[in-house]
């Protein structure tokens, strides 16, 4: 059976789709589920001779429009897997539909693991890399600053592969690609013999985190905090290589803390305010104290990684991370003096700069300052209001997650927004792979 014939098995037509945050739909005109790279180049080039945009989906982790088409969208569920191990360069080269979830478990039973990781594991590579996720680091930046090499379809339905060797100027952009330069087939990263980490998770008031982010930053290799709006009150996390033993939480207090705190109650808070905005006050100052402080020892993903089941709608920025103290201190007072009620703790990490074209970090080291609001809760008005103040200590949107930024400005706070666009003036000169989000932050 031909590849054409083999894709054409498994379209389906005319289905909704909506992210997991409910707050973006699309309606494509046919699903198409390739198998293989091979089956990928001819779904493109079908859609292009139809005269249809192309995109990509992986889990719906993202709060923006960036994989939204009413063309043809690709479901990557067949394209998953590792596909090769190299212990003499220590890299693993992996399908690109692959979930996080899966690779991380895959690399721990070959003894292996990832520098660094975000906070959740249900995205696939390709989704996760393509909008820059990342986590909290030191030195060690987001999960797309570890990728080697990768191949993608390119507009005109080629198979393209790419490194800092082999078409270095693709490689410096397409690490983070927003879907803009073609559709991912395999990622390759950088892997290392997995190591433990041990977690430090300790309450800390506001203004001694404030007083003390510098020197938390330099002393720890990964070091995040998250500060409850209407109160004083931080919950910070120290995460630092150990020699071990390994020393994971308890089943039953892992499950209280990870499940019925974090996931449960925080789920019943968060009905509860959204019913009545008036008593989100009172329960962060509750919820807040409640927090204690625990240590425990395990490999990587397990300590990066919390299961996310409360959904809600994110935006981050990226900031200078000179700039970050300053800009949450005006968030709070913002919060402060207006008549908003936030039940989502407000989430700040850093990041080392790297060398990706449009990566948040790019050129500079930078701090993330992410806010949420509970899925269903009205957010443009806080949303906005932190806009305003991100954007003031020139901020970089997480290209993921909701912001109303374009490319004015964002190729004023990119100084390699140009190299960005000419690449994908090459790859995709039709625009294939374009659609309304993509007009907005990179132009026509």
Known sequence: ???????????????????????????????????????????VRR?????????????????????????????????????????????????????LRRLNAALAREGLSLTNMGDIMEQTVAGATSTGTHGTGRESA??????????????????LRCSAEEHPDVFAAARIGLGALGVLSTITFAVEPVFLLTAREEPMGFDRVAAEFDALCAENEHFEFYWFPHTGNCNTKRNNRSAGPAAPPGRISGWIEDELLSNGLFQVVNSVGRAVPATIPAIAKLSSRALSSRTYTDIPYKVFTSPRRVRFVEMEYAVPREAAVAALREVRAMIDRSPLRV????????????????????????????????????????????????????????????????????????????EFTAVRDRLDPDRVFGNDYLRRVLGD
Do not use: C
Not at 14 to 37: D, F, L, M, Q, Y
Not at 61 to 88: C, K, M, N, Q, Y
């Open 1 to 43: 059976m031909g590849a054409a014939t083999s894709t054409a098995s498994r379209a389906r037509t005319k289905s909704a789709w909506r992210n997991w945050a409910g707050n973006v739909r699309a309606r494509p005109v046919r699903e198409v589920s390739p198998a293989s790279p091979e089956e990928l180049a001819e779904a």
């Open 142 to 159: 987001s999960i797309s600053a570890q990728i080697t090499a990768l191949e993608l379809v390119t507009g005109d339905g080629s198979l």
């Open 47 to 99: 859609a292009a001779e139809d005269g249809m945009k192309v995109k990509a989906v992986g889990a719906g982790h993202s709060f923006t429009a960036a994989a939204a088409t009413d063309g043809v969208l690709i479901r990557p569920e067949l394209l998953t897997g590792i596909r090769r191990i190299d212990r003499t360069a220590m890299t693993v080269t992996v399908a690109a539909g692959t979930p």
């Open 343 to 418: 039940s989502f703790p407000v989430e700040v990490r850093t990041a080392p700069a790297d060398d990706i074209a449009l990566s948040t970090a790019s050129g500079r080291e930078s701090a993330y300052v992410a806010v949420h609001m509970y899925r269903g809760t009205p957010y443009r008005a806080y949303f906005t209001a932190v806009e305003r103040i991100m954007t003031a200590h020139g901020g970089r949107p997480h290209w993921g997650k909701v912001h109303t930024r374009d490319a004015e400005y964002l190729s004023e706070v990119y100084p390699r927004f140009g």
